[in-house]
């Protein structure tokens, strides 16, 4: 199995900031995914991270506002650009090894 | 596209019953997925099956690909059951997943 940490766990942040959230796996996988859970909504794919290249976005999510960085095969970030109360979320990563893994969740409230 | 429905959306039981949480979904698939969430936010996963039933424990998924549902069964249910469990549907070779909306499942001592 993957283990995989966020940082940070949960974070309050106001109006028209960013903030970029890590994903840490503790093996090298292939496939990586950014996930969004609004309120009391399924979770929705975002993106998936490409080690090396531009992540590939689902329709209704671009790069200039969630801009995503693969620089190895056991890391990535994804960042949340001007954000605002739309953007608060349970943000999670997920990795593909004889499974999907997840990771712990961020929980982002926009003020 | 596909669509992922699950039943009930809210379920409150004593401890010791069997639970049942259900899901259909619309087209075919390469596997289904059951994850269970807790209230701080992370996600496990509990089983992913293509055919057939798993069992771990006192949870047990079920799926029949002909009428294109899932069943997630708990027995014994307990307190530290309560958690949302989510199913997910997994087409192609892409590993990406459609989710349902989720089933809150609520344990009384």
Redesign the interface.
């Given at each position: 199995s993957a283990v995989i940490s966020q940082k940070p766990?949960r974070d309050i942040c106001q109006r028209g900031t960013s903030l970029t959230i890590q994903c840490q796996v503790d093996s090298q996988v292939t496939?990586m995914?950014w996930y969004r859970?609004q309120p009391g909504?399924?979770?929705?794919?975002i993106a998936?991270a490409n080690q090396g290249s531009e992540a590939t976005y689902e329709s209704g999510f671009v790069i200039d506002k969630f801009p995503i960085s693969r620089p190895n095969l056991t890391f990535s970030t994804l960042t949340v650009s001007n954000m605002s109360p739309e953007d608060s979320s349970?943000y999670?990563c997920?990795v593909?090894g004889r499974?999907?893994?997840?990771?712990?969740?961020?929980?982002l409230t926009v003020l | 596209k596909n669509e992922v429905e699950q039943s009930p959306q809210n379920l409150t039981a004593q401890e010791g019953e069997f639970i049942t949480i259900n899901c259909s979904y619309s087209v075919g698939i390469s596997a289904l997925h059951w994850l269970q969430q807790h209230p701080g936010g992370g996600i496990v996963s509990l089983f992913m099956l293509s055919s057939g039933k798993k069992k771990h424990g006192r949870l047990i998924a079920t799926i029949n690909i002909q009428e294109k549902h899932s069943s997630l069964h708990i027995t014994a249910s307990h307190p530290r059951d309560s958690a949302v469990y989510i199913c997910a549907s997994e087409g192609g070779s892409n590993y990406k997943l459609t989710f349902g909306k989720g089933t809150l499942l609520t344990v009384n001592p």
């Open positions: 766990s496939m995914f859970q909504q399924s979770l929705t794919l998936t349970i999670l997920s593909v499974e999907q893994f997840f990771g712990p969740g961020t929980r | -």
